[in-house]
């Protein structure tokens, strides 16, 4: 039988998981950004003692990490079903707690999984954007993250990632912001909208809230996730 990495309950977030989870973090790629990219970590105060979303923008394939060291809590991430059928990457990211979803659409499968974090001391990984953008502006955002907001009702913690990288590419500094949380929207516009303009300030990139929805059906709504 095929397994659905798209199916997770509660039980699946153990502390030991979350304890693999802070190794590979802390142990193995912490010191890579230290060495490489001057870590910069504001707004720590602004994380609540309970599950919340933390939606950052995309600009990297570093950036669940990234989260990962910002929240220095455990967070399960929202990850294309493409890197479930990948050797080695499929049992990482599965050890390490990610799910798999369906990016063209919202399936009852992701709304079950994701109430299933956010009812732990696990916070939920989500990039709005779908998708790394470079352009100096916050990507245009799916609609689906701001209805899995509102069907979740969690509320938002914005995270802004900046990277700013000298003449050589392997160099850097790597600044994360996090803001104050946003409440749990009343429709998935104000998801969007809300999330946009904490990032803007944040990160300083210009937002316009320009939604996507390919076919404007609450049914069949994009997902967003790692894309990495």
């Not at 939606?55 to 220095?72: C, K, Q, R």
Request: aromatic share 10%; charged share 20%; with cysteine.
């Amino acid at each position: 039988m095929t397994r659905n990495f798209a199916k997770v309950e509660a039980k699946h977030y153990q502390p030991w998981r979350a304890f693999v989870q802070y190794c590979v973090i802390y142990l193995i790629l912490y010191p890579f950004f230290k060495i490489f990219f001057r870590v910069e970590i504001h707004g720590r105060e602004n994380i609540p003692n309970k599950g919340i979303i933390v939606a950052a923008n995309h600009t990297s394939s570093f950036d669940p990490v990234i989260i990962s060291l910002g929240m220095n809590q455990p967070i399960a991430h929202m990850a294309k079903q493409e890197l479930f059928h990948t050797p080695v990457i499929s049992q990482l990211i599965q050890i390490l707690g990610a799910f798999s979803v369906n990016r063209e659409k919202l399936e009852i499968a992701t709304i079950k999984s994701a109430k299933s974090v956010l009812s732990t001391k696990w916070h939920l990984g989500i990039f709005p954007e779908g998708t790394r953008i470079r352009t100096g502006k916050v990507g245009t955002v799916h609609k689906g993250f701001g209805y899995l907001a509102k069907v979740t009702n969690s509320e938002i913690l914005p995270m802004g990632i900046i990277i700013k990288r000298n003449i050589c590419p392997m160099f850097g500094k790597l600044i994360i912001k996090i803001g104050k949380p946003i409440p749990v929207p009343k429709t998935p516009e104000e998801a969007i909208e809300n999330w946009g303009k904490a990032i803007a300030e944040l990160t300083g990139l210009e937002f316009n809230s320009t939604i996507k929805d390919t076919e404007n059906n609450d049914k069949n709504l994009e997902v967003p996730c790692a894309n990495v």
